[in-house]
């Protein structure tokens, strides 16, 4: 079992600066790959970036360049620092995890708004 838990949400202007945290606890060391979602208001919930056990990274093409995703080496935690934010980005992001047994955990999510 993998429990995940997210911090960092909140509001802030367009153009502005945020960073969520992930806090892993449980077997992490059956962690293959992490990642991030968000679901907007009234849309599915979408993929935005993730990180393998090597440190690979992948992002969604719009938030690439402005959105960095990254590990601690203990692999207890993860984060996302996102820059230059746009209203539309406006969503609840969720923390996701996926062990080499092919099982997936979600944390509660945390809320992030843009104001324009």
């Known amino acids: 079992q993998v429990q995940l838990v997210e911090s960092g949400g909140g509001s802030v202007q367009a153009g502005e600066s945020l960073r969520l945290s992930c806090a892993a606890s449980?077997?992490?060391?059956?962690?293959?790959?992490m990642g991030w979602y968000r679901q907007a208001p009234g849309k599915q919930r979408e993929w935005v970036a993730s990180?393998?056990?090597?440190?690979?990274?992948n992002y969604l093409e719009s938030v690439k360049g402005r959105f960095t995703i990254t590990r601690a080496n203990t692999r207890d935690r993860m984060y996302f620092q996102m820059s230059e934010v746009k209203p539309e980005e406006t969503a609840v992001y969720y923390c996701?995890?996926?062990?080499?047994?092919?099982?997936?955990?979600w944390g509660e999510g945390t809320l992030v708004t843009v104001s324009s």
């Open positions: 990180i393998n056990r090597g440190g690979t990274t």
């Open positions: 996701h995890a996926q062990t080499v047994f092919a099982r997936t955990y």
């Open positions: 449980g077997s992490i060391g059956s962690i293959a790959n």
